[in-house]
T-cell receptor, first 112, second 104 residues
Framework: EAQVTQNPRYLITVTGKKLTVTCSQN?????MSWYRQDPGLGLRQIYY???????DKGDVPEGYKVSRKEKRNFPLILESPSPNQTSLYFC???????????FGNGTRLTVT | KNEVEQSPQNLTAQEGEFITINCSYS?????LHWLQQHPGGGIVSLFM???GKKKHGRLIATINIQEKHSSLHITASHPRDSAVYIC??????FGAGTRLTVKP
């Protein structure tokens, strides 16, 4: 089944404890991206990747890192999480940047 | 002013009604997406379009590039259509969403 898999679905952590949210797609898509969704602010793009080893900042990249060492995986790394990073996170992929987006199920992160 | 504006913010309809959700944008686009987010939180892509009109079942999406405006129509609405509908431009500029509730 074609899908984008995010893990974990829920995560509660403490300020400063490094964490990684994984994202994997099995559709051989070139383009992958990360978003956060907050009440009143909607969806905002964090980082995106047009291809392996190519990543770029979106609108809200501060406090996040990404890597794209293989086409299928695009992990989101929070080196030192802070409470303002409490949010619902989505990973998405598409064949290229002007193709329909396929979203993961989301990761609800709480930083205390 | 937001680069992507949706209206209305909230919409309540009776089952069977024809629904229209509007999206206006102020940036140049290569593609406009209509997304559906269900109460459980998952997001599904309904349409991606850069010109004209697309139809899938009871859903129709149109775009007018000159007027920088797109509409999502739902014909014969059903309670299972209840969701938040989000317009996105170039996959990185999002509208605030329209919360649709369809009552039986």
């Amino acid at each position: 089944e074609a899908q984008v898999t995010q893990n974990p679905r829920y995560l509660i952590t403490v300020t400063g404890k490094k964490l990684t949210v994984t994202c994997s797609q099995n559709m051989n898509h070139e383009y992958m991206s990360w978003y956060r969704q907050d009440p009143g602010l909607g969806l905002r793009q964090i980082y995106y990747s047009m291809n392996v080893e190519v990543t770029d900042k979106g609108d809200v990249p501060e406090g996040y890192k990404v890597s794209r060492k293989e086409k299928r995986n695009f992990p989101l790394i929070l080196e030192s999480p802070s409470p303002n990073q409490t949010s619902l996170y989505f990973c998405a992929s598409s064949l290229w940047d002007t193709s329909p987006l396929h979203f993961g199920n989301g990761t609800r992160l709480t930083v205390t | 002013k937001n680069e992507v504006e949706q209206s209305p913010q909230n919409l309540t309809a009776q089952e069977g009604e024809f629904i229209t959700i509007n999206c206006s944008y102020s940036v140049g686009i290569s593609a406009l997406h209509w997304l559906q987010q269900h109460p459980g939180g998952g997001i599904v892509s309904l349409f991606m379009l850069s010109s004209g009109k697309k139809k899938h079942g009871r859903l129709i999406a149109t775009i007018n590039i000159q007027e920088k405006h797109s509409s999502l129509h739902i014909t014969a609405s059903h309670p299972r259509d209840s969701a938040v509908y989000i317009c996105a431009v170039n996959d990185m500029r999002f509208g605030a969403g329209t919360r649709l509730t369809v009552k039986p």
